[in-house]
């Protein structure tokens, strides 16, 4: 299948033949759709807290012993897609056809002066309603002609004006949000970054603007730390007949496999507490003090979980009783939603126990379905013969399945990507999170190149089959909490206005 050329490309991506054998395997067979038993909803699945019970998980998290937290910030690639619909009213006006008033890229160019990146020097201080101020407008917004924003990544955007005319990037808003929650006790707060290489110096930049000012107005010291993920990680494409796609120097092509080869990023963290959360899920400060109360919670309720999981393990070290094995299975159904297949005998039972028990753990906060893309909470069926909690993607629902679709439009809740994750067992050694992986969840996606059809693969992603094995639990949190941009009018939204 590969001539020397290719093994020696692949060999220099730091990958090797078989892995990449592997991946062409898997295009040819796919992946199986997930068995849904039902969707995780709050009458079974997503934990809905009370105002004592929010409190109390504060509290909890306030006072746990912790060894060492880090905040984990996705933010690779560059903001192109949160411009699509510019770019396209730039094109547009560039090949002279008209843009509609009510088009993005028109609602856009009529309020360019609501955007924390204006700027009278470059955008000037009047709004013409004509297609050139339009085309001017768009085109300094997107290119080196102005702010080059359509080449760069989300994070080092401004998002946020504040009334005292401090402007805010994403990445500021992360740095501003880390040092109240995930602070350690020694003062610190720890990030880490993901980013594109290509980026770097952009990320180094915000920071060193913000570093000494933010360091001294809250008291904290940062330790930042960008990562990159890993070229080794990437996967090989194919053409529609799934043989290698060759470029036109006959080369391998090769592409990002999504954000669950983050999972190797992960992988490599030492703290025991990690907070993720997306560059783009950012809001005005004034709203963090909500953002903070309902984080603290997750980490409240991943410690508890955390503590009575090493509870469990520390008596089935001690002794193995049909009691302790029959409280465990009630813990593990009525918590995480785990139901487990029968056991031939009481040692067979206990250790299927223990290896159920002894996972990385994972508290995701839901906030209630608005419509919004993006995956949902689910109760599925393991291979095994246990049921798990899981977010799943729509690409992985059996939609010609009548029990699947059923599920889908029957659920109540989204996954807003705000986690956080105990990553030590109960020994106190991280877990090797690649161990925890279920390789059948990945996805497969048609895309171009050069104008021809190819088809990608997307490792499991980071929240979805990367997690897959983990002890899962999911706790609903306030929609005032998710405030993404995936598009930039969401900038015009009251959580990233004064």
């Keep these: 299948m590969f001539t020397k050329e290719d093994v020696a490309q692949i060999e220099q991506r730091g990958s090797n033949v078989t892995t990449v054998e592997d991946q062409v395997e898997r295009f040819k067979k796919g992946f199986p759709w997930m068995k849904i038993v ?13 105002d004592a019970e929010v409190d109390a998980a504060v509290r909890y998290y306030e006072g746990a012993s912790i060894n060492g937290k880090c905040k984990f910030v996705p933010a690779s690639g560059a903001a192109s897609r949160m411009f699509k619909d510019l770019f396209s009213g730039l094109d547009a006006l560039k090949a ?21 990146f204006y700027t009278p020097e470059v955008f000037g201080d009047k709004v013409y309603p004509c297609n050139d101020y339009r085309k001017s407008v768009l085109s300094k917004t997107l290119t080196e002609e102005g702010l080059g ?21 994403a990445f500021a808003e992360h740095l501003v949000e880390a040092q109240n929650y995930m602070r350690n006790e020694d003062g610190t707060a720890n990030l880490v970054v993901t980013i594109s290489p290509e980026h770097q110096q952009l990320f180094e930049e915000a920071y060193a603007e913000v570093k000494a000012a933010y360091e001294a107005r809250y008291g904290v010291k940062y330790n930042i730390v960008f990562t990159f993920q890993d070229k080794a ?22 592409r990002p496999a999504g954000h669950g080869a983050l999972i190797y990023n992960l992988n490599k963290l030492e703290e025991e507490v990690v907070s993720i959360k997306n560059i783009d899920n950012v809001a005005n ?23 009575r999981i090493y509870s469990y393990l520390n008596r089935l070290d001690a002794e193995v009783t049909e009691e302790l094995c029959a409280e465990i299975e009630a813990f593990l159904a009525g918590e995480l939603c785990v139901e487990m297949p029968e056991q031939k005998d009481l040692t067979a039972k206990a250790a299927a126990l223990r290896a159920k028990l002894n996972r990385p753990i994972r508290v995701a906060g839901m906030v209630k379905n608005q419509g919004e893309p993006g995956g949902g909470p689910f109760i599925i069926a393991e291979p095994d013969g246990s049921t798990s909690l ?18 889908l439009a029957s659920a109540t809740h989204f996954n807003p990507v705000d986690i956080v994750c105990c990553l ?34 997307e490792l499991p992603g980071l929240w979805n089959g990367a997690m897959s094995k983990w002890n899962t639990l999911f706790v609903e949190v306030p929609l005032e909490t998710f405030n993404p941009v995936k598009v930039v009018l969401d900038l015009l939204r009251p959580a990233h206005q004064n």
């Excluded at 400060?285 to 503590?307: I, S």
């Design 233 to 254: 990680t990437d996967t090989i494409a194919v053409d529609v007949e799934n043989k290698p796609f060759r470029t036109e120097t006959d080369s391998l092509l090769f």
């Design 285 to 307: 400060e004034r709203l963090l003090p909500e953002t903070a109360t309902w984080k603290k919670v997750l980490l409240g309720k991943a410690l508890e979980l955390r503590d």
């Design 424 to 457: 030590h067992d109960y020994k106190g050694q991280s877990f090797d999170l690649l161990q925890y992986v279920d390789e059948d969840a990945g996805f497969i996606s048609s895309k171009s190149y050069q104008g021809r059809e190819l088809k990608a693969l």
């Design 390 to 407: 899981q977010v799943l993607e729509s690409v992985q629902i059996n939609m010609s399945d009548e029990k699947s679709r059923d599920a």
């Design 96 to 116: 002279g056809k008209e843009v509609a008033d009510d088009a993005p890229a028109a609602k856009f160019v009529n309020q360019i002066q609501s955007f924390a």
């Design 149 to 169: 924003y359509g080449a760069k990544p989300k994070g080092v955007l401004k998002f946020h004006k504040y009334t005292d005319g401090e402007i805010r990037t």
């Design 38 to 50: 039902a969707p995780a909803t709050p009458q079974r699945g997503i934990k809905v807290l009370d």
